[in-house]
């Protein structure tokens, strides 16, 4: 409903346009009913705790999705962003990695490369951006890159790899976005955890960034968002829960020194 809304609105526009420039005669979008607004509100937001997360990433360490599933909770990188991440835009070394890129799925009949986009934008001007890496995920991407180099080196002609990505399939084409969110299904249904979607790492990721005291300025920088208020407005209320734990720490500090 939230697409068909949307689709609507610009196609309504753009007849719009059209009636306004003398190049229609009236526009037939104002006689179709979309879906009313109330039915088009995005999914709630669902996150993990920090033991689910690392229940979740030990089970599928090993798996060849693993890397890519870390990489995406640890960063908060989109589902496009992470399978369109390049080895040029990674510098384990400074342990970052820059988001210049994205892989869409784009399903119309005839499309070439399997309805699969790679594309030179972000899906906002702020999406291209700088990310900081733990040095845990470090690791793991060093590993990701010894094992890719081996898979190439066995596949010899039959490895395809134009784009340079971190992740592919076994012989090195792009990954579908839409399948890896079904791996993940399946996956976190394998290990009995809460039910959450792929873009819920996004969530889960800023649920933790606020709960170890980050700002929303940086929080916003890190994920991509247009600005900090966007970030308050999303995650407002996680920012307010944070800040009454941290009052509470605070009073038992001085009260407890103070007590002494």
């Not at 879906?35 to 229940?55: G, I, S, V």
């Not at 799925?105 to 490369?113: F, K, L």
């Not at 009995?192 to 929303?216: C, K, S, Y």
């Not at 208020?229 to 407890?256: C, I, K, N, P, W």
Request: with cysteine; proline share 6%; glycine share 8%.
């Amino acid at each position: 409903p939230r697409t068909v809304r949307y689709v609507h609105t610009v196609l309504q526009k753009a007849l719009s346009d059209a009636v306004r420039k003398g190049e229609l005669a009236r526009n037939v979008a104002t006689l179709a009913d979309p879906p009313r607004a109330k039915d088009t509100k995005p999914p709630e937001m669902a996150w993990w705790t920090p033991a689910e997360l690392r229940t979740f990433l030990d089970l599928t360490a090993h798996e060849p999705l693993g890397p890519l599933f870390r990489v995406a909770a640890m960063t908060g990188m989109r589902r496009g962003e992470v399978c369109g991440l390049q080895w040029s835009d990674v510098d384990l070394d400074k342990a970052r990695l820059e988001v210049r890129h994205q892989l869409t799925v784009v399903r119309t009949p005839g499309a070439p490369n399997g309805g699969l986009l790679f594309s030179d934008r972000t899906k906002t001007d702020r999406g291209r951006r700088s990310i900081d890496l733990d040095p845990g995920t470090v690791t793991v991407l060093r590993k990701q890159e010894r094992r890719q180099k081996e898979r190439r080196l066995a596949m010899g002609a039959g490895w395809s790899n134009e784009h340079g990505l971190v992740f592919t399939e076994a012989d090195g084409r792009p990954l579908d976005p839409e399948s890896v969110a079904k791996t993940f299904d399946r996956r976190v249904a394998r290990a009995q955890l809460p039910r959450i979607r792929f873009h819920d790492l996004r969530h889960t990721h800023v649920a933790h960034l606020i709960a170890a005291g980050e700002q929303p300025l940086l929080i916003a920088k890190r994920l991509g968002h247009a600005s900090s208020s966007f970030t308050m407005d999303r995650y407002g209320h996680l920012f307010e829960d944070a800040g009454s734990q941290a009052a509470s720490a605070v009073a038992q500090m001085v009260d407890g020194s103070a007590g002494r």
